[in-house]
């Protein structure tokens, strides 16, 4: 279904090179399981500490475990650390955990590695799991070469501009139906410093492959540039990338946040939670945490879709989601668990129990026609699923790709590399070097890429 490279990839992959969370960390972390396996009535899982994750360990043990009996271990890691943990259990097959949290970035190269189990036979035995609520560009998205699905969403995002409906109405600012990132530029120049210390708009700076360089990719794929052309050729340093590079750098730079080479998803949801900027690109699953009951900003944003330039639209797809080891000793309760965390049931539980901005969107058409949650997320729901449901991983630019993914490119190696270019990037975020030499950098290390996939 999607184009993939023939080669085969590494057994060792370098998945923990760096990453992002796409919602914020918590400072705490709780460690469940040990060193060993799970067995019996229990099974294993490890997952990365964002709120949506704490608030489901909150919730298993009283309403899982309650109804099935089987005790579930959690280990629960910022984002770096999960990904490493879990790329050392999983390639090795270690079987020391059942069920982790995966993206739609990893489950695919897991997949085609051999490390994950099937989920096509348990979805067609479990009914009330109904596989066909689930989002269409979620289940593509979780689904490898081979047409089998080897994950599930836990919930679901794509990207898009959010503003300050209040701030752009004193200032007599009108924030266009589908903007381009011209528009967005000039209308951050016209909001900076509309409030004591405000700055027109927020955007990632922070190195990493799924911090700063998955906004900026989106910018890069709407400006008609990537990162390799169709025969592998790295292409860092076409005009196109290079204008896309530019003008991201200089728009933080002009009219962002202080700090920015510091600030990821995190700082950026700080900053516009507390009103230190007017505008904010970035993951749909932010917008619940900005109306959430006591958020000083609930009911003053407006939301428009991804900025665009030479797309129809530029907004990523994103999922964390849970994936079964191949070495489990309990798939089946393993499944158990994974129905349960990523089931309709579970959605209702969250609202009811802890509000329905808190629930986990973005994976299921049933959430975006249940009328509790529609109230209290009329300000973005629709737009949030339209954004999924248009986003296009396959076909993200104006050329042909030679792989999947629109804010990554999905092949093994790109963590590596992304976080590397990031690295470059930011620096000329923070003046410590010119946009073209970081991008002459950052080819030459793609070229390496090129050279490993060249003819393939």
């Known amino acids: 279904m999607r184009t993939q490279s023939r080669r085969r990839p590494r057994a060792t992959l370098a998945l923990a090179a760096a990453g992002t969370l796409l919602a914020p960390l918590l400072s705490g972390c709780w460690v469940g ?16 500490n964002n709120p949506q994750m704490t608030e489901l360990q909150k919730l298993t043990a009283a309403h899982f475990t309650e109804e099935t009996g089987i005790e579930v271990n959690f280990t629960v890691l910022p984002e770096n650390d999960v990904r490493d943990k879990i790329s050392q259990d999983f390639a090795n097959q270690a079987g020391q955990y059942d ?11 897991y997949a085609r ?13 479990d009914a009330a799991y109904d596989e066909q609520d689930v989002l269409p ?6 689904t ?58 927020c ?10 360089i998955a906004p900026l990719t989106t910018v890069v794929n709407t400006f008609g540039g990537t990162w390799f052309d169709k025969n592998w050729q790295a292409r860092l340093d076409s005009p196109e990338f290079k204008k896309a590079t530019k003008f991201y750098v200089d728009l933080v730079r002009e009219h962002g946040e202080s700090g920015a080479a510091q600030s990821g998803f995190a700082e950026c949801l700080n900053n516009m939670t507390q009103g230190k900027v007017a505008m904010w690109y970035d993951a749909t699953s932010a917008a ?12 003053k944003l407006g939301y428009a879709p991804a900025p665009v330039e030479k797309t129809p ?56 026609t249940n009328a509790e949650y529609r109230k209290t997320a009329a300000a973005f729901q629709d737009m949030t699923r339209e954004a999924i449901e248009t986003a296009r991983p396959d076909d993200p630019g104006v050329q042909p790709r030679p792989a999947p993914g629109i804010q990554f490119v999905g092949i093994p190696e790109f963590t590596d590399l992304g976080t590397k270019v990031s690295q470059e990037i930011s620096a000329a975020v923070a003046g410590r070097q010119s946009v073209d030499a970081a991008l002459e950098k950052s080819q030459q290390l793609a070229e390496k890429i090129s050279e490993e996939y060249e003819g393939r």
């Not at 995002?157 to 200032?171: C, N, P, T």
């Open 144 to 201: 490898a070469s081979d047409g089998k699905l080897y994950g599930q969403p836990f919930y679901g995002e794509s990207s898009f501009l959010m503003y300050r409906k209040d701030v752009f109405a004193a200032e007599g600012l009108t924030m266009p139906a589908h903007p381009t990132w011209a528009q967005v530029a000039d209308l951050a120049a016209r909001a900076d410093g509309a409030r004591p210390g405000m700055k027109g708009i």
């Open 99 to 109: 069920v982790a949290t995966l993206s739609n970035y990893e489950i695919p190269i």
């Open 137 to 142: 560009p979620m289940r593509r998205s979780l």
């Open 33 to 48: 399981a040990g060193g060993t396996g799970s067995g019996g009535d229990s099974i294993n899982v490890l997952m990365v």
């Open 288 to 299: 619940g945490l900005l109306e959430a009951k006591g958020s000083p900003v609930k009911g």
């Open 203 to 212: 955007l990632r700076g922070l190195p990493g492959w799924g911090e700063m």
């Open 313 to 368: 639209s530029s907004g990523w797809l994103y999922t964390w989601a849970w994936g079964i080891q191949k070495a489990s000793r309990n798939p089946d309760k393993a499944w158990k668990f994974v129905s349960w965390a990523s089931g309709k049931e579970y959605e209702h539980l969250v609202g009811e129990t802890s509000g329905w901005s808190d629930v986990p969107a973005g994976k299921r058409a049933s959430t975006y």
């Open 113 to 125: 590695n051999g490390w994950l189990h099937e989920m096509n036979p348990y979805v067609a035995e």
